[in-house]
């Protein structure tokens, strides 16, 4: 099974600033991997599949890039909605994965 | 609008069953793959089980292998994880979730959860 590991696990930052998020997967995939947010008391919500196309109604802040087993989420501006837990997800083998999660406050 | 509403979590005993439901609404329930996810008190997420379109191909996490079985009925728009010889590590928010396949898998839409706790 492939094993997903986010960095870091946590962090804060400020209202504009720019944010990057790492997930390393354990072996080389192709492009099969997800980004969820998710905030307290709610379920997951679907930010950006494929590495790096944009689920629809998210905004164009966010974006994903990547590959081999290296893949990145950026958030441009941060904004005080975007406080939440950031997860990565693979799907390129049968078991789907996800990453340790990462807490983001601002 | 596309719905999804998990059903049947509750407290049990270790090694009890208990059967949980996912009905939804919205969508062509036959055309997706569907999935469950759980999440542990104060935890990250965690892939449990995937059921293809027509039920014909199945897969889920080792930890849950031979305990749980991930089922559907098409003609009833449901989704269905039984469960069995539960542990208290079994304790977690269990989701349900729609996966659309655009070239890869993505977990598109999601339920509010239901809770599952073990616990004598």
């Known amino acids: 099974d492939i094993q997903m590991t986010q960095s870091p696990s946590s962090l804060s930052a400020s209202v504009g600033d720019r944010v990057t998020i790492t997930c390393r997967a354990s072996?080389?995939?192709?492009?099969?991997l997800n980004w969820y947010q998710q905030k307290p008391g709610k379920a997951p919500n679907l930010l950006i599949y494929?590495?790096?196309t944009l689920q629809s109604g998210v905004p164009s802040r966010f974006s994903g890039s990547g590959s081999g087993a290296d893949f990145t989420l950026t958030i441009s501006s941060v904004q005080p909605e975007d406080s939440a837990t950031y997860y990565c997800?693979?799907?390129?083998?049968?078991?789907?994965?996800f990453g340790q999660g990462t807490k983001l406050e601002i | 609008e596309v719905q999804v509403v998990e059903s049947g979590g509750g407290l049990v005993q270790p090694g009890g069953s208990l059967r949980l439901s996912c009905a939804v609404s919205g969508f062509t329930f036959r055309n997706y793959w569907m999935t469950w996810v759980r999440q542990a008190p104060g935890k990250g997420l965690e892939w449990v089980a995937s059921i293809k379109q027509d039920g014909s191909e199945k897969s889920s996490v080792d930890s849950v292998k031979g305990r749980f079985t991930i089922s559907r009925d098409n003609a009833e728009n449901s989704l269905y994880l039984q469960m069995s010889s539960l542990r208290a590590e079994d304790t977690a928010v269990y989701y349900c979730?729609?996966?659309?396949?655009?070239?890869?898998?993505?977990?598109?839409?999601w339920g509010q959860g239901t809770l599952v706790t073990v616990s004598s």
């Open positions: 997800q693979q799907t390129h083998s049968t078991a789907h994965s």
């Open positions: 979730a729609r996966v659309t396949y655009t070239g890869t898998h993505q977990l598109d839409c």
């Open positions: 072996q080389i995939m192709s492009y099969f």
């Open positions: 494929a590495t790096s």
